[in-house]
């Protein structure tokens, strides 16, 4: 089992320009969620996923969009980038079933924003 | 608002014991996590705690204070592939974890 994979692993962007993240899983997992990491922060959760075809916002959604087609896949958009957006972003899934729910990580995504 | 506050950073010796602390201020409050993050690498699950009290896993213990709002996690026999950072995390109210900054733990031979 491959686990939570995500594409691409890095990434430059120019300010204005949009780009697709994609995460997927093979665990069968209903919860996904994408968050972003910065220096001397704690993850932040950008959106997440209740199952297929759902999705609701997190701390940080603006200038962002998901979407969740299918179970085992979850797409971060960014429509227009902005330096601010510059992070390492990372998806995670989880069963949302049991008290402790564990969350699995996926690689990263390593984005700058120029 | 919610908080998590985590020392930035320990150094210890390896063979030795470092326990990294995690106090809590969230709006409710439904377990504490503990991931490990080795530099540019995804967290990994550690532990979880929702009763106060200790939680031992290996090299590796949780501990859990609901009335004081703290945590720690401690690490025993510390090896240099212990070096990477400690995450602290809550659970809260709307079941979303609150993440704390990490600790970076460095170990010196």
């Known amino acids: 089992n491959a686990g939570v994979t995500q594409t691409p692993k890095f990434r430059v962007l120019k300010t204005g320009q949009s780009m697709t993240l994609l995460c997927a899983q093979d665990?069968?997992?209903?919860?996904m969620y994408w968050y972003r990491q910065d220096p001397g922060m704690g993850l932040r959760l950008i959106h997440y996923s209740v199952g297929e075809g759902t999705t609701a916002k997190g701390e940080v959604p603006d200038g962002y969009n998901v979407s969740r087609l299918k179970k085992q896949n979850f797409l971060l958009g960014l429509e227009s980038a902005a330096p601010s957006q510059t992070s390492v972003y990372f998806c995670a899934s989880s069963s949302g079933q049991g008290e402790v729910d564990e969350q699995f990580f996926g690689p990263g995504t390593r984005l700058t924003v120029l | 608002g919610q908080n998590i506050d985590q020392p930035t950073e320990m150094t210890a010796t390896e063979g030795a014991i470092v326990q990294i602390n995690c106090t809590y201020q969230?709006?409710?409050?439904?377990?504490l996590f503990w991931y490990q993050q080795h530099a540019g690498e995804a967290p990994t699950f550690l532990s979880y705690n929702v009763l106060d009290g200790l939680e031992e896993k290996g090299r590796f213990s949780s501990f859990l204070s609901r009335s004081k709002g703290y945590s720690y996690l401690l690490l025993k026999e510390l090896q240099m592939k212990d070096s990477a950072s400690y995450l602290c995390a809550v659970k809260d109210s709307n079941y979303q974890l609150i993440w704390g900054a990490g600790t970076k733990l460095i170990i010196k031979p």
């Open positions: 969230t709006s409710g409050f439904n377990g």
């Open positions: 665990m069968n997992h209903e919860y």
